[in-house]
Nanobody, 127 residues
Framework: QVQLVESGGGLVQAGDSLRLSCAAS????????MGWFRQAPGKEREFVAA????????GYAENVVGRFTISRDNAKNTVYLQMNSLKPEDTAVYYC????????????????????WGQGTQVTVSS
């Protein structure tokens, strides 16, 4: 069983930056492909970014390209989401997700591809 705990959310103004963290349990974090998803009020949960367990390749939703960066520190069992130039439409609950050693060529973007989920952290961007 993998446990994920997100942190770093908060209330910021448009144009500000935030860095989310997701700490994962387990001794084999280096074999987890990690993803970030978000859910805004009244909307479905959507893919934000992901990073592969092998090779470290990344993938991003179109609406965050150039503003968000996903990274991982295997020594700390932690994945990060650096969010710059935040916009009010980035307001959402952000969820961390993990899947162990998938046989993907590129990072998965669908919820069903991930087996473990955190409880989420709220990000609110005021205009």
């Amino acid at each position: 069983q993998v446990q994920l705990v997100e942190s770093g959310g908060g209330l910021v103004q448009a144009g500000d930056s935030l860095r989310l963290s997701c700490a994962a349990s387990g001794r084999t974090f280096s074999s987890y492909t990690m993803g970030w998803f978000r859910q805004a009020p009244g909307k479905e949960r959507e893919f934000v970014a992901a990073i592969m367990w092998r090779g470290g390749s990344t993938g991003y939703a179109e609406n965050v390209v150039g503003r968000f960066t996903i990274s991982r520190d295997n020594a700390k069992n932690t994945v990060y989401l650096q969010m710059n130039s935040l916009k009010p439409e980035d307001t959402a609950v952000y969820y961390c997700a993990a899947v162990i050693a998938p046989l993907w060529v590129t990072p998965g973007r669908a919820e069903y591809e991930y087996d473990y989920w955190g409880q989420g952290t709220q990000v609110t961007v005021s205009s």
